[in-house]
């Protein structure tokens, strides 16, 4: 079964510092895309970053990057310049293949991590 | 503009009762989905739906029943609710079922509070 795994279940930082989260997964896919998702307390769910598993350099988006380690099937968070609108729940996700090979965009999400950010 | 929006918000009814969630996009997607999570926050795909035909559909109890009458609609029917489906419904969008690649998009989510 195709699984993915935050072993992280709260972190906290202090505001303008840096915080990394964990997440691992596991697939036999070659061609795939990982997503970060925030979820604040308002519950809404928003894509952070995604990263394409074909690409040998790491996304970012502003504050926001990742570290791939595609062959430790690892992709971790890192978030710069830690600010308070920042506190959430981060969801890793991977679209899960079926039995047949193909995914129907069946994303598979982590425990979640819960993120404060400390003034 | 709501890219994914869904009513309502908050949906709080007796056991027993038969309750509906609308969902819209409004991004031109081709793809909806229905997820519920839990009071653990897991989160969990329940149905999609690929141009109004059902395309997943993951061992769900008969008692929910989506429908799509269009491409940017997809509603979440939930007959004779029970304590056990008390949570936070949530759809997304993407724009098409490209396998593990397509970005999903998520509606604001309903909490459903069954008494």
């Known amino acids: 079964a195709q699984t993915v795994t935050q072993s992280q279940p709260e972190m906290s930082v202090q505001e303008a510092e840096t915080v990394t989260l964990s997440c691992t997964y596991d697939?036999?896919?070659?061609?795939?895309?990982l997503f970060w998702y925030k979820q604040p307390p308002s519950r809404q769910m928003i894509l952070v970053i995604r990263q394409e598993a074909y690409k040998q350099q790491n996304a970012t988006e502003n504050r926001f990057s990742v570290n791939f380690q595609k062959a430790a099937k690892s992709f971790s968070l890192k978030i710069s310049d830690s600010q308070l609108g920042d506190t959430a729940m981060y969801f890793c996700a991977f679209p899960n293949p079926n039995a047949g090979g193909t995914s129907y965009g069946k994303l598979t999400f982590g425990q979640g991590t819960i993120l404060t950010v400390h003034p | 503009d709501t890219a994914v929006s869904q009513t309502p918000k908050y949906l709080v009814t007796q056991m027993g009762n038969d309750k509906s969630i609308k969902c819209e996009q409004n991004l031109g997607h081709d793809t909806m989905y229905w997820y519920k999570q839990d009071s653990k926050k897991f989160l969990k795909i329940m149905f999609s739906y690929n141009n109004k035909e059902l395309i997943i559909n993951e061992t769900v109890p008969n008692r929910f029943s989506p429908k799509s009458p269009d491409k940017a609609h997809l509603n979440l029917h939930i007959n004779s609710l029970e304590l056990g489906d008390s949570a936070v419904y949530f759809c997304a969008s993407s724009q098409d079922l490209a396998v593990g690649t397509d970005t999903q998009y998520f509606g604001p989510g309903t909490r459903l509070t069954v008494l």
């Open positions: 697939t036999s896919e070659n061609n795939y895309y």
